[in-house]
Each structure stands twice: as C-alpha cells, then as structure tokens.
C-alpha cells in the first residue's frame, strides 16, 4: 500500500514539474500572421487577436472602425480600418488621415511626437513597389503612466488604415514594435 501510495505521489510531482516546465516555455510572443483590414493587408500579431467595431468621431466626418488588436508582454498591437465616405477629393482623405493622428496623439496626452516615412511591402515580394506611408512615434502618457506607441497611418483605396504598438516604456521594446510593424504586408 505504502509502495502504490508512493508511486502515485512520485507521479504526481512528475506531472507538476512537466506542468511548471511547460509554463516556463511558453513564449510572451506567439506570433502568427493574419488578414486585416477585409484582406487588403497581412500583418503578424504576437498573440491571439480580437475584433471589435466601433464609431470613430474624426472632425466632419465618422465613420464606422473595425478594430483588430492582440495585447502581449503588457502592451497591445493593433491594426485598424474604416472605409472613408464615397467620393471624398484627395485633400478630404488627407484631412482625415491627419485627423486621426491627431487623436492618437490626443488620447496619449503626447509629450513628443516623432515623424517619418516607412514603406508597407507587398506580400509578393520586391517585385512590386511598396506603399509610402507616414509612421509616427508619439511619446505620452496614459492612465498617468509613461507609454509610447509606434504607428503608421495611410490611405489604401478607400480605407483609412492605423497600425500601431503601443505600451508603457518599460514593456514595449523597440525591436518588438519594430517586428509588429515591418511584419505588415499588401496582399
């Protein structure tokens, strides 16, 4: 009785040391790539992403957003589109896309914003030329705690298109966000 007890015991501290061994292996960032944006684009998430729509008050003109996003090591990656009103002039689309970083810089209560040019790649390769888009890098706080996010925003056709790490400084790496945004494909 003692000997099966004894088994049964060694048994199950086996099974809890595989339990902690595989809890210690499992990654902060499990990536994988995915459709956004109605399969206009491509882009890696480092977890499993969720997808919520809401409105979204841009100056004159609101419009419906689909939210694709996935948090990870304590800060969230996301990819956001909503289509623009039908025959907007290119100086409407413009507005539209500056509104929206404005909000982003807005709601981060921005301390510093950085800005430049990025190019989204195609998925099919150097063979096609990519899309020149702006990136900013806004340093804010939120929830009275430093963050800082990394985002592109872009006009592709008639969507209007946000893609962006944010976190607070101490859980968003650089390279991680970098990883997030390079990793964005046109399909």
Same mark, same amino acid.
């Given at each position: 009785m003692n000997e099966r007890k004894c088994n049964f015991m060694c048994r199950l501290a086996w099974l809890a040391l595989a339990a902690l061994a595989l809890a210690a292996c499992t990654p902060t960032y499990n990536w994988r790539e995915m459709p956004v944006a109605d399969g206009a684009l491509r882009v890696a998430f480092p977890g499993k992403p969720d997808t919520q729509t809401?409105?979204? $008050? #841009?100056?004159?003109? !609101?419009?419906?957003?689909?939210? &694709?996003?996935?948090?990870?090591?304590? *800060? %969230?990656?996301?990819?956001?589109?909503?289509?623009? !009103?039908?025959?907007?002039? $290119?100086?409407?689309?413009?507005? #539209?896309?500056?509104?929206?970083?404005?909000?982003?810089? *807005?709601? #981060?209560?921005?301390?510093? &914003?950085?800005?430049? &040019?990025?190019? %989204?790649?195609?998925?099919?390769?150097? *063979?096609?030329p990519g899309l020149t888009v702006d990136e900013i890098e806004i340093q804010g706080e939120a929830g009275e705690q430093a963050v800082w996010l990394l985002a592109q925003v872009f006009v592709l056709g008639d969507r209007l298109v946000e893609v962006a790490a944010i976190g607070p400084q101490a859980k968003l790496s650089r390279e991680t966000a970098r990883t997030f945004l390079d990793s964005l494909r046109l399909q």
């Open positions: 809401r409105e979204l $008050p #841009l100056g004159e003109h !609101p419009m419906t957003f689909q939210l &694709t996003a996935a948090e990870a090591g304590g *800060a %969230v990656y996301a990819v956001g589109h909503g289509r623009m !009103p039908a025959g907007m002039a $290119p100086d409407q689309r413009a507005a #539209l896309r500056e509104a929206l970083e404005q909000s982003l810089s *807005a709601n #981060l209560q921005a301390a510093r &914003t950085e800005r430049r &040019t990025a190019v %989204v790649r195609h998925a099919a390769g150097a *063979a096609r």
